[in-house]
T-cell receptor
Framework: DQQVKQNSPSLSVQEGRISILNCDYT??????FLWYKKYPAEGPTFLIS?????DKNEDGRFTVFLNKSAKHLSLHIVPSQPGDSAVYFC???????????????FGQGTILTVHP | EAGVTQSPTHLIKTRGQQATLRCSPISGHTSVYWYQQALGLGLQFLLW???????NRGNFPPRFSGRQFPNYSSELNVNALELEDSALYLC?????????????FGEGSWLTVV
């Protein structure tokens, strides 16, 4: 049961353009969402998060949008840089109890390649 | 400020042996999480400790266990190692047990079972 899905295994973008990474979830108990960047053989690096009480959060070049009714979130990177090339994971958790309490459920990841 | 630190970086064990992995959280963080990333698989939640107690557990057999010490550091023990336990084990920490607290990851410990 894949509760968090990233349906695009890979994305290729030209330097300077916008990268949009998408994520869908099914568990309505999820109320906190995070995006991580990961290089092979390293731990995930936190990028940005959003609470379910918001629909947008910005931090520099990174913006996360949350559409609760559609159970969909997206990460926008503008402008994209070659150094952004990595695997991007979205993750969701529930702060309100239940089996998902305190547990990050990850999507499968999207490989982003930014070409110079 | 130091991030989440894990040791050892690499560990090679024989099938049937026990492995112990260690984690020091970010200073001030009371919650520690363990995740497994096996080759070709995603990040799977193993365990969550907060204030010395196990708060949640993923779908792993009981031979995966751990504990959290009074200084909030943690160790993960894997008993009766099997070949499929070979994976990157990631520790993470956060400042509290409620939602909305960012979870930061360490660089991981590679466990190879031969």
């Amino acid at each position: 049961d894949q509760q968090v899905k990233q349906n695009s295994p890979s994305l290729s973008v030209q330097e300077g353009r916008i990268s949009i990474l998408n994520c869908d979830y099914t568990n309505s108990m999820f109320d906190y969402f995070l995006w991580y960047k990961k290089y092979p053989a390293e731990g995930p690096t936190f990028l940005i998060s959003i609470s379910s009480i918001k629909d947008k959060n910005e931090d520099g070049r990174f913006t996360v949008f949350l559409n609760k009714s559609a159970k969909h979130l997206s990460l926008h990177i503008v402008p994209s840089q070659p150094g952004d090339s990595a695997v991007y994971f979205c993750a969701a958790m529930s702060g309100g109890g239940g089996t998902s309490y305190g547990k990050l459920t990850f999507g499968q990841g999207t490989i982003l390649t930014v070409h110079p | 400020e130091a991030g989440v630190t894990q040791s050892p970086t690499h560990l090679i064990k024989t099938r049937g042996q026990q492995a112990t992995l260690r984690c020091s959280p970010i200073s001030g963080h009371t919650s520690v999480y363990w995740y497994q990333q096996a080759l070709g698989l995603g990040l799977q939640f193993l365990l969550w400790y907060d204030e010395g107690e196990e708060r949640n557990r993923g779908n792993f057999p009981p031979r995966f266990s751990g504990r959290q010490f009074p200084n909030y550091s943690s160790e993960l023990n894997v008993n009766a190692l099997e070949l499929e336990d070979s994976a990157l084990y990631l520790c993470a920490s956060s400042s509290g047990q409620t939602g909305g607290n960012t979870i930061y990851f360490g660089e991981g410990s590679w466990l190879t079972v031969v």
